[in-house]
């Protein structure tokens, strides 16, 4: 099993910045794939962005050039760096891992970007 805890996120400006990270309970070097989903009120959940083995990493088109995800090895975290919000960027944002053919999810962190 995985256990994930995010932190970060919150209530910011458009053309502002957060930063999300997500603590996982193994090795985030032993868990092939990790990322960030977010779930806006009356929507599907969807994929934000991703990195998988080795340097690979998966944005949507909405978030292309203004988010980046990386793995910090020093604290074992995955981080999404969000730039330039859009009002339409609020959501609940969520850290995903796909480990040993299982999905694990953080508890979500809210994301709020006014206009």
């Known amino acids: 099993q995985v256990q994930l805890v995010e932190s970060g996120g919150g209530f910011v400006q458009a053309g502002g910045s957060l930063r999300l990270s997500c603590l996982a309970s193994k090795s985030i070097f032993s868990i092939p794939a990790m990322g960030w989903f977010r779930q806006a009120p009356g929507k599907q959940r969807e994929l934000v962005a991703r990195?998988?083995?080795?340097?690979?990493?998966y944005y949507a088109d909405s978030v292309k050039g203004r988010f980046t995800i990386s793995r910090d090895s020093a604290k074992n975290t995955v981080d999404l760096q969000m730039n330039s919000l859009k009002p339409e960027d609020t959501a609940v944002y969520y850290c995903?891992?796909?480990?040993?053919?299982?999905?694990?999810w953080g508890q979500g962190s809210q994301v709020t970007v006014s206009s």
């Open positions: 990195t998988g083995s080795g340097s690979s990493t």
């Open positions: 995903h891992a796909e480990y040993r053919f299982a999905d694990y």
